[in-house]
C-alpha cells in the first residue's frame, strides 16, 4: 500500500515539475514578445511627424531635412524656401 502512494506522489511531482516548466516556458516566451512590441512602440514614439516648410507634406523626422528649427521633405524644397523667404509663396 505504502509502495503504491509513493509512487504516486512521484508521478504527480513528475506532473507538477512538467506544468511549472510548461508554464515557465510560456511566460519567457509572452515576455519575449511583449518586449518586442514595446520595442517597437518605443521606435514608433521616437519617429515623430514633421511638416515641409514648403509644401507642407508630413514625414517622419528621420527623413525630414532640418534648418534651425524648420523641417523640410528634400533639400530642394529647403533651398525653394530660403530663395523665396517665408513670406511669399
Ligand atoms: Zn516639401
Same mark, same amino acid.
Given at each position: 500500500m505504502g509502495f503504491i502512494i509513493f509512487r504516486l506522489i512521484?508521478?504527480?511531482g513528475i506532473v507538477w515539475l512538467g506544468i511549472r516548466l510548461l508554464k515557465a516556458y510560456n511566460q519567457?516566451? !509572452? /515576455? $519575449?514578445? $511583449? &518586449? %518586442?512590441? +514595446? $520595442?517597437? =512602440?518605443?521606435? +514608433? #514614439?521616437? /519617429?515623430?511627424m514633421v511638416q515641409c516648410r514648403y509644401c507642407n507634406l508630413h514625414l517622419p523626422q528621420s #527623413? +525630414?531635412? =532640418?534648418?534651425? &528649427? !524648420?523641417?523640410?521633405?528634400c533639400h530642394e524644397h529647403k /533651398?525653394?524656401? !530660403? #530663395? $523665396? %523667404?517665408?513670406? =511669399? =509663396?
Open positions: 512521484i508521478f504527480i519567457r516566451k !509572452l /515576455q $519575449s514578445q $511583449s &518586449n %518586442g512590441t +514595446a $520595442s517597437e =512602440k518605443r521606435a +514608433a #514614439d521616437s /519617429q515623430q #527623413d +525630414a531635412v =532640418k534648418h534651425e &528649427n !524648420l523641417w523640410f521633405c /533651398q525653394h524656401f !530660403l #530663395d $523665396s %523667404g517665408p513670406e =511669399k =509663396k
